[in-house]
């Protein structure tokens, strides 16, 4: 079996592996690159692979760095289908055309101010794109295997996302388990990951591989931020994926209401497909923590902002009020107007609660910039800005080793990928250091033999 490293080497995007068997080639993920320029140009270029020889691929989850590029896949001629869960499947179809016409959006509003260095500005892909890529999908069974180029792959639980799955793939001799994106334990949505039973290789996502989620009481902070922000006047805006931590964030809201500990003022969800998201939890009860009641109840406690319109209101409003809205690392969509309008003002609170990869404007925020570049201007950061790490969806260093920890057996090489330099490194230590493994962290386009004896670099 040959595995080459297609994205997500150096960086927390673009997650994308090239798997060869004895019957074809196959991807695992096929994801948007993000952040740094030098980064979101990939998603232009040409990939290490040939889109139309690609039989298949086996998707993890639904979250952009992860499914984003499918649409351009299909574009490009791949003609396989993509093997995921009934969760995954359902959030993509949210989640793919909402990217295409954000894309569509974003260029031409490009167009209208004349910001763009393109003439004329063109989207990645359509949402047309999307909903004909939407065609190749095929639903899996978490207790049936998916055979296609002469490997067989399993999805289990990952938590992390309504129908997230690490993948174990067999084929040649040898078995590659795929982390995917690694959930908590403790998620107050999602089920716990399925625990690391062992594989010959592992790939494992180092997001938080340098560093421990914050112990402390996740509400009381959160009614901490609300309280004091609307006591000055100010406005709240949480820049929250429109799948999965608009959920979350909602879920806290609502508990924090329910019992008197933050103040009475309006919630908006600008984002339908968040609240779109929230409906389709309600169609997975089982697959989570939560019951159709509680599924319910995320969709009463906000007021859904439906039109771009509605969504400008807003910008022109000064009352106190909480405002939820993708997307999370503000790369693009309506919170990308809100943080224009609502910075400046010492008043209010940019709320931030998932993690900022390097290179976008949510990380520019965090990092105490006095300005951010939005639509070719520098507009002054002067609100509060809050970082809750505690409420991120990934697994923190320790939980990632803990998963490891439970493999009956080491193996033969662990890749680490989907972490920035910093996090991935620091991962590599600790999986040396306290299990005695064989580490390796891989660059972009890295390729290697996996044999049953151990892997073998195979160049670039």
Request: net charge neutral; aromatic share 6%.
């Amino acid at each position: 079996m040959k595995l080459t490293f297609c994205g997500a080497t150096g960086t927390v995007t673009g997650s994308r592996y090239l798997l060869r068997g004895d019957g074809g080639e196959v991807l695992v993920d096929c994801g948007l690159f993000q952040g740094y320029k030098q980064l979101r140009l990939r998603n232009w270029e040409a990939p290490p692979f040939a889109p139309k020889q690609v039989e298949a691929v086996l998707l993890s989850h639904a979250h952009l760095d992860h499914s984003g590029w499918i649409p351009r896949l299909v574009k490009a001629g791949f003609a396989g289908r993509v093997h995921c869960t009934p969760g995954t499947r359902d959030l993509c179809a949210l989640l793919l055309p909402d990217s295409g016409h954000l894309q569509e959006e974003e260029a031409a509003y490009a167009r209208r101010k004349g910001f763009s260095k393109h003439d004329p500005p063109q989207p990645l892909y359509t949402v047309a794109d999307a909903l004909a890529a939407m065609r190749a999908f095929r639903v899996v069974s978490r207790t049936r295997a998916v055979h296609v180029a002469g490997l067989e792959a399993s999805f289990l639980h990952a938590g992390h996302l309504l129908g997230a799955s690490s993948i174990l793939v067999r084929g040649a001799g040898v078995s590659v388990m795929f982390s995917g994106d690694l959930g908590r334990d403790n998620d107050p949505i999602l089920v716990p990951p399925a625990p690391f039973a062992g594989a010959d290789y592992l790939v494992v996502e180092s997001t938080y591989g340098n560093r421990s989620h914050d112990a402390g009481d996740r509400e009381a902070r959160l009614a901490d931020v609300i309280t004091r922000t609307v006591e000055r006047g100010g406005i709240v805006v949480v820049p929250a994926f429109a799948v999965g931590r608009a959920q979350e964030i909602l879920l806290h809201i609502a508990r924090l209401r329910a019992a008197g500990r933050i103040p009475d003022v309006p919630v908006y969800l600008n984002s339908p497909m968040a609240s779109h998201a929230g409906e389709t939890l309600a169609n997975h009860v089982g697959e989570h923590r939560l019951t159709a009641a509680q599924c319910a109840e995320l969709t009463r406690i906000a007021r859904i902002v439906a039109t771009p319109e509605e969504s400008a209101a807003l910008n022109a409003r000064r009352d106190p009020m909480i405002i939820v809205a993708a997307s999370g690392m503000v790369t693009g969509g309506r919170v990308v107007h809100h943080v224009k309008a609502f910075a400046p003002d010492p008043r209010n609170t940019l709320l931030f609660c998932g993690y900022q990869a390097g290179g976008t404007r949510g990380a520019t925020i965090v990092a105490g910039s006095p300005t951010v570049r939005i639509h070719g201007e520098d507009i002054p950061v002067r609100a509060e800005v809050v970082s809750l790490d505690g409420f991120s969806a990934h697994a923190d260093a320790d939980g990632l080793i803990a998963w490891m920890r439970a493999a009956r057996t080491p193996p033969l090489c662990t890749f680490i990928t989907h972490g920035e330099p910093d996090a991935a490194d620091a991962l590599r230590q600790r999986i040396e250091r306290e299990l005695g493994w064989n580490v390796r962290v891989p660059d972009y386009r890295d390729r290697y033999e996996l044999t049953a004896s151990g892997a073998r670099s195979a160049g670039r």
